[in-house]
């Protein structure tokens, strides 16, 4: 009697974790599909979010391709990065790619970019102020004509009225 206790036990322990393992995995699939690089990260903690997820999904026996991997990452890069997902889609064979080729080809071009990003800031925070004082210039002075338009055109339409009045 004790030993079919300690066996149901043991199918009961077995089946719970079989149930927790799969609502894991599956959480895990569909975190993994959703992936997507956030607007504030860089490419290392970009990948570092993504490899903790990789790493659990083949800790509980998923196989997941290299390509797949390399395909997945590429397109998880925001809109931003698309010149360069072009670049590396039509120049390298992504079936052949590997992901650590491609994380240094990514990091290499955010390290490159990072002094043009700066320069780019400087110069839209400089131009900024000037394209707004112009624009408000643009919109006052757009303003004033349409006003004086219809100045005028009271103007006028007073002049008929005093003209065609009967005491004239």
């Given amino acids: 009697m004790e030993l079919n206790c300690k066996a149901l036990h043991i199918l009961f322990c077995t089946l719970g974790t079989n149930d ?18 956030d607007p504030n990260e860089d490419i290392k903690g970009m990948f570092n979010r993504f490899s903790i997820i990789v790493n659990q999904l083949k800790g509980f026996g998923e196989e997941i391709s290299e390509g797949k991997l390399v395909r997945k990452l590429i397109y998880s890069l925001p ?12 120049a390298k064979d992504l079936k052949k790619l590997k992901l650590d080729e491609l994380i240094g080809s990514l990091l290499t071009h955010e390290l490159m970019s990072i002094p ?6 400087k110069i839209i925070k400089e131009q900024g102020v000037d394209v707004n ?27 008929y009225l005093f003209k065609t009045s009967p005491g004239s």
């Fill in 20 to 37: 927790v393992k799969e609502t894991k995995i599956g959480l895990l699939n569909l975190e993994y599909e959703n992936f997507k690089m």
């Fill in 79 to 90: 809109e931003s990065w698309d010149s360069k997902k072009m670049t590396i889609i039509e």
């Fill in 116 to 121: 043009l990003k700066r320069e780019n800031e």
């Fill in 133 to 159: 004082i112009i624009a408000l210039k643009s919109s006052k002075c757009k303003y004033e004509d349409s006003s004086m338009e219809e100045s005028s055109e009271e103007d006028e339409e007073m002049a």
